[in-house]
């Protein structure tokens, strides 16, 4: 065999290696594989007010770019309603970001009034409000390894009233 010869099939042996060894179809994710998955917030719902505070009900509206699905161990970050911190996100329940599809996730929130401001009974009244909202979203990858995926979303959001009861 002449040496150009061999030296081009000895190339195109390593290329097909390499190309092997990157995988495809969802087998062989690494994090630097997985899209981080585009969040906003759908709804706020207003599940209860007290004296105190009240809880919340945040509609997340997921969309997973990845060609596979990724199960979702839980979510975290902070809301923003009319540049007032309302409190933490905190939902510790299994969810499934289906592949390339958007899902929609109702995250709690309780709040305290103290720690709010009563310019914030104002915000809870209005029909939208501007949001900023900023966490993590905890998943599996599809060999079943952990990843924490940041995200950030700004927008206006529905404050709808679902009110389950008056006294907290």
């Known amino acids: 065999m002449h040496p150009t010869s061999l030296r081009s099939l000895t190339a195109l042996a390593l290329a ?3 190309v092997a060894g990157c995988g495809g179809g969802g087998g062989n994710v690494e994090p630097e594989n997985i899209l981080i998955p585009h969040v906003e917030v759908g709804q706020v719902a ?3 007010l007290g004296l105190t505070g009240g809880h919340l009900g945040v509609t ?3 969309v997973n770019p990845n060609e596979f699905s990724l199960p979702g161990t839980g979510i975290g970050g902070t809301l923003y309603l009319g540049g007032v911190q309302f409190g933490d996100l905190d939902l510790n329940e299994g969810y499934v970001l289906h592949q390339e599809d958007t899902t929609r996730v109702i995250v709690p ?3 305290q009034w103290t720690s709010v401001g009563f310019a914030a009974r104002g915000i809870l ?6 949001y900023t909202v900023r966490g993590t979203l ?3 990858s599809p060999k079943g390894r ?3 995926l940041p995200f950030s979303a700004s927008g206006s959001v529905p404050i709808v009233q679902a009110l389950s ?3 907290h």
């Open 16 to 18: 097909g290696a390499i």
């Open 46 to 48: 207003v599940k209860s």
């Open 60 to 62: 997340l509206v997921i």
């Open 109 to 111: 929130l309780t709040f």
């Open 125 to 130: 009244g209005y029909g939208s409000v501007d």
């Open 138 to 140: 905890y998943v599996l």
């Open 146 to 148: 952990h990843f924490s």
């Open 165 to 167: 009861g008056a006294s």
